[in-house]
């Protein structure tokens, strides 16, 4: 399985289409995932191309993680989370839809399950919780 330099993440990382930044760094992006499954669902990726996990490099890998680690700890303030659900997927079988490495980092609540997958997320309500997380990231 080759990497398609046309997928929609591809897109983004080159401002072909619109996103909802919240971090980035040199060698990571972070924005809102627009069919959140929990208030706050933000997407991390790295800048340069990996299909999924099974092709990253170890470098790609350890920039994600860290990236993920920072916006945790950043919805933890926002949102006043207890915990936090991390998934990343892995071709079609593994659940995967958009063909470029991506963590999902989702604030969780006590009691509180995910939303429904594949249902659009309000646009406002999303850049609101953006507001809330990027303003914790300079906190
Ligand atoms: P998956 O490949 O199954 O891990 O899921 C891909 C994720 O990308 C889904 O949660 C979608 O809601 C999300 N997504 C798809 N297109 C966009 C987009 N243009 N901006 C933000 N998130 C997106």
Redesign the pocket.
């Known amino acids: 399985m080759s990497y398609d330099n046309d997928n929609?993440f591809a897109k983004?990382l080159r401002g072909e289409?619109p996103?909802e930044m919240v971090y980035q760094d040199a060698d990571t992006f972070a924005?809102?995932?627009?069919?959140p499954?929990a208030e706050g669902?933000v997407?991390v990726i790295p800048k340069s191309p990996a299909r999924n996990m099974l092709d990253a490099s170890p470098e790609q890998l350890a920039a994600c993680l860290a990236t993920v680690q920072k916006v945790s700890q950043a919805m933890l303030k926002a949102f006043g989370a207890a915990g936090i659900t991390l998934?990343?997927?892995n071709e079609a079988a593994g659940?995967?839809?958009?063909f470029h490495l991506?963590y999902?980092v989702l604030p969780r609540h006590e009691g509180i399950r995910l939303n429904p997958?594949?249902v659009m997320g309000d646009q406002d309500l999303i850049k609101a919780s953006a507001d809330k997380i990027r303003t914790a990231l300079q906190a």
């Open positions: 929609i983004i289409i996103s924005f809102m995932d627009i069919m499954r669902h997407l998934q990343q997927f659940g995967q839809e958009v991506h999902h997958p594949g």
